[in-house]
């Protein structure tokens, strides 16, 4: 029911967008979302509605826990 | 792939288990909440990486699994009506309930539908003004909401053939009846990445200060799973249980406060009977007043009496974290993905299904 992994917005037509995940795309309704997604953000989608737009920022913070464990080097760009 | 390959990468993967083996000294057993944790668990060998004092154990957060047998009951009662045309997700259909199930209804003739998306069974509704729509609505806060959503479209759109039977559940209460109970020996919760994106942190803030639980809320590839791991295992080490997010990328604190919005603007929570939990106070979703000409409970006339659970079935206990599936006498002879008994083991991210697939 989930997909776990986040798409790729590739599409937007009013609350409907179309979102891409190596090379599969999937239909999904935005009322629900915590804050519109632009094109190109990604999105986590959960039986055809798209539930969050993923915050780059947030995912940067993971990397740097991931350093201070001592477990990367480098926080990747 | 963005967001992804970081989070699959093996040697990281790896470097993070290590670190988990070198500060942890004290046994501690984490319940995982959800399904698709439980098959992510067992897909990448995590079980093998880790110390052996620390165990893993699989708790109530498949949404099929936690189903009571009235609540299929209801549905097939539903499906024998004529004129109606019953909608759900997928493995809803295979469960059995006491005496039939969606399948077996439609292979007599009812007309039953797989649907992926609410708005596809409303869809359904629209092509078929004649006929009656029913969704059979399950699952936790992560559906709820876009249940919510599909009737409000229908509201809007003045839609009036179609209608949901509400069997939702709510995580939190669960978790207090899971501890409450006392028989479940759970050292920490790896809380469900997506129910907890519509939820935020509070519930599990409630958890920590009644029971001293840590949460970690966690996402499903490797490595999160792995720095999930290493989070609850510092807190049990430290003595400082808390609530923390490894899943920042797709969790705020706050929660998806439009999603709970739309969630309560149709629904309200009411009691609900769960598979092996018994009733639990508050732990489902009912239709508000306001909306009860989309409510199939009062539509249409499907109270079901009794309806016991499969005999020699385990799943309430498995669902528990109190045994596992293997310790299921009906588990693989009996029971098995081709003829499933109880509910986990229909669903591909139930517990017993998991085992089977994976647990050699
Ligand atoms: S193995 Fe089958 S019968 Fe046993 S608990 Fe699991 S679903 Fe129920």
């Given amino acids: 029911m989930c997909v776990a992994a986040p798409m790729k917005v590739i599409e937007i037509d009013g609350d409907n967008i179309r979102a891409e995940l190596a090379g599969v795309t999937k239909e999904a ?14 999105v986590i989608i959960h039986a055809g509605f798209a539930l969050h737009r993923i915050d780059p920022e947030e995912a940067k913070i993971t990397l740097a826990l991931w350093k201070e464990m001592g477990v990367i080097d480098e926080v990747p760009e | 792939m963005k967001y992804l390959s970081e989070y699959r990468d093996g040697s990281l993967a790896s470097k993070i288990a290590d670190r988990i083996t070198a500060i942890s000294k004290k046994p501690a057993r984490f319940m995982e909440i959800c399904g698709t944790h439980t098959v992510a668990i067992f897909k990448s060998g995590i079980r093998d990486v880790l110390p052996q004092h620390i165990g893993l154990v699989s708790g109530p957060g498949c949404p099929v699994c936690v189903t009571a047998t009235g609540d299929i009951d209801r549905a097939v009662k539903l499906a024998r009506i004529p004129d109606v045309i019953v909608t759900t997700f997928g493995d809803m259909i295979r469960v059995p309930g006491s005496e039939s199930s969606l399948k077996r209804e439609r292979g007599l003739g009812a007309d039953v539908r797989m649907v992926y998306s609410t708005m596809d069974a409303l869809e359904v509704a629209r092509q078929n003004p004649e006929k009656k729509v029913v969704f059979l609505g399950i699952g936790f806060e992560t559906t709820a909401p876009t249940i919510a959503a599909a009737v409000v479209a229908a509201e809007a759109e003045g839609i009036k053939n179609f209608s949901v039977l509400s069997s939702h559940k709510l995580l939190p209460p669960a978790l207090d009846a899971l501890l409450s109970g006392g028989e479940v020996d759970v050292s920490g919760f790896i809380c ?126 498995v669902l528990r974290g109190v045994i596992t599936p293997v310790e299921c006498k009906l588990f693989r002879n009996v029971c098995n993905p081709e003829n499933p008994i109880g509910p986990c083991m229909v669903s591909s991210e139930g517990t017993c299904g998991a085992y089977y697939k994976y647990h050699a």
């Fill in chain 1, 29 to 42: 309704n935005l009322a629900v979302i915590d804050e519109r997604p632009e094109l190109g953000d990604y």
């Fill in chain 2, 192 to 317: 469900p990445g997506h129910v907890s994106a519509v939820i935020g942190t509070a519930p599990y803030e409630e958890v920590v200060a009644q029971y001293r639980t840590p949460c970690v809320v966690v996402g499903f590839e490797p490595v999160d799973i792995l720095q999930g791991i290493y989070m609850l295992v510092s807190q049990i080490e430290a003595g400082e249980p808390k609530v923390e997010i490894q899943y920042r990328r797709a969790v705020a604190p706050e929660g998806n406060q439009n999603a709970l919005k739309t969630m309560s603007r149709v629904f309200e929570p009411c009691d609900a009977p769960w598979r092996g939990l018994g009733v639990i106070p508050k732990s489902g979703l009912a239709l508000r007043e306001a909306y009860r000409a989309f409510d199939a409970e009062a539509l249409f006339d499907i109270d079901t009496p009794d309806s016991p659970e499969p005999p020699g079935c385990k799943c309430g206990d």
